[in-house]
């Protein structure tokens, strides 16, 4: 069964830690998105990559980084965590292609809770 | 930008009552997802509409494509209770990437 997995269900973090939120799929897509879930404000997108080593900026990158060293592994780093941050954050991959072909599914992680204090 | 805006936020419905939440972007789509989360999951990947004017049915869930494919809707036929959950649509913007509405919670009372 095609994984995407995410390292951490739940976490809780204090204000101005540093933070890592890792994500590792099987499914050798190229593509890999960072998005955070608020309610009422839907998904939103933080980072994505379209290959390694490769990062573009979403709609809220501010606070965030991420880092793509490997094509399988997407790492969502909070550089000094802080209140507002607090949110569901769902990783997600898909493959790169047309979409007439499907290839531009998204299969989700279970997301990580963070909580910071 | 484009964004794609989703009605309604909130749906209380009983049992074996029919549920529709409605899809709307300012520009023309040249596709559209829809995703289901159910409580305490991840959104999963329900279907996608590509052309013009189209319906997809999958057991009870309708799905359409608007002619002008500026909007789509998701129709429940007689819910049930495993059909709670929050439904998403999502429509693309550059690349790979989607813009995703702000989600349909759907409740279903026994």
């Known amino acids: ?117 | 930008g484009q964004q794609v805006m989703q009605i309604p936020q909130y749906q209380h419905v009983q049992e074996g009552e029919d549920f529709t939440t409605y899809c709307n972007s300012s520009t023309t789509l040249s596709n559209i997802q829809w995703y289901k989360q159910r409580p305490g999951g991840h959104p999963v990947f329900l279907i996608q509409l590509v052309k013009s004017g189209e319906v997809k049915k999958q057991k009870r869930l309708t799905f359409q494509f608007g002619e002008a494919k500026k909007n789509s809707s998701l129709h429940i036929t007689a819910t049930q209770t495993t059909d709670v959950g929050t439904y998403f649509c999502a429509g693309p913007r550059t690349g790979n990437q989607f813009y995703f509405g702000t989600g349909t919670s759907l409740t279903v009372i026994p």
Not at chain 1, 15 to 43: A, I, S
């Open chain 1, 1 to 117: 069964d095609v994984k995407v997995t995410q390292s951490s269900r739940y976490l809780v973090k204090r204000t101005g830690e540093k933070v890592f939120l890792e994500c590792v799929q099987d499914m050798d897509h190229e593509n890999m998105f960072w998005y955070r879930q608020d309610p009422g404000l839907g998904l939103r997108l933080i980072y994505f990559s379209y290959d390694v080593k490769m990062k573009e900026k979403g709609d809220i990158p501010e606070g965030y980084s991420v880092s793509r060293e490997k094509k399988e592994r997407f790492s969502l780093i909070l550089e000094s965590a802080s209140t507002n941050q607090t949110s569901m954050y769902l990783c997600a991959s898909s493959l790169q292609g047309r979409y007439e072909s499907g290839a531009n599914v998204l299969t989700f992680g279970a997301g990580s809770r963070l909580t910071v204090l």
